[in-house]
């Protein structure tokens, strides 16, 4: 168990609509990253957020967005859906993002795009 | 895209040391390389990680080449429950996309 939860566990969606995700963090880490992970393959870091901000960003569409809140629990929102969309997302939190930054993560939500 | 490759599949005896090969030849001074594991689309879990020299915790041991180019993860008594997709990644500050993994497997 790392301490972070993610909710809910799993989600049915069907396509152009919008999501929201939600991750709490381990206490005390100021700092959170989002991936998605398909089927097979290893997780893809989206974004990651430190201290409410966005401190960097992968190869995903700005439809894929994101919030911190000063509790440094966080949100992850897909807008207009669609098929490929469909995976597993993951949070991780981790102290700061320095260059050694060990990422705790959290059991992940199931998202199916019909 | 991932910077780091690993074989995708290997197979292990019960009680035998594992040894998980990566290659990160593009890794850069400050990137440290860190091992996590996956068993069964639970979120991954940190095993180790290092910069240069080797290192040992009570999961298991990662030993860097001189030149930083590839490592090896051992976990040294493999057991059942070390069955997962174990990856290998370059970080600079958690912002690394996975590769695929190499999917161990433990057999009794």
């Known amino acids: 168990e790392t301490g972070v939860t993610q909710s809910p566990t799993h989600l049915i969606k069907t396509r152009g609509q919008q999501v929201t995700l939600r991750c709490s963090s381990q206490?005390?880490?100021?700092?959170v990253s989002w991936y998605q992970q398909a089927l097979g393959q290893g997780p893809q870091f989206i974004f990651q957020?430190?201290?409410?901000?966005?401190?960097g960003r992968g190869n995903f569409p700005p439809r894929f967005s994101g919030l911190q809140f000063p509790n440094y629990s966080s949100e992850l929102n897909v807008n207009a859906l669609e098929l490929d969309d469909s995976a597993l997302y993951l949070c991780?939190?981790?102290?700061?993002?320095?260059?050694?930054?060990?990422?705790?993560f959290g059991p992940g939500t199931r998202l199916t795009v019909l | 895209d991932a910077k780091t490759t690993q074989p995708p599949s290997m197979d292990c005896a019960e009680g035998r040391a594992a040894n998980l090969p990566c290659n990160h030849s593009?890794?850069?001074?400050?990137?440290?390389v860190y091992w996590y594991r996956q068993i069964h689309s639970q979120g991954p879990q940190y095993i180790i990680h290092?910069?240069?020299n080797n290192e040992t915790n009570e999961m298991a041991s990662l030993i860097i080449t001189e030149d930083r180019k590839s490592s090896t993860l051992i976990l040294p008594h493999a057991t059942l429950r070390d069955t997962a997709v174990y990856y290998c990644?370059?970080?600079?500050?958690?912002?690394?996309?996975f590769g695929d993994g190499t999917t161990l497997t433990v057999k009794p």
């Open positions: 593009t890794i850069s001074g400050n990137e440290y």
């Open positions: 957020y430190y201290r409410e901000e966005e401190n």
């Open positions: 290092g910069l240069k």
């Open positions: 990644i370059d970080t600079n500050a958690g912002k690394s996309t």
């Open positions: 991780a939190s981790s102290l700061e993002p320095e260059r050694a930054d060990t990422q705790y």
């Open positions: 206490s005390g880490h100021n700092t």
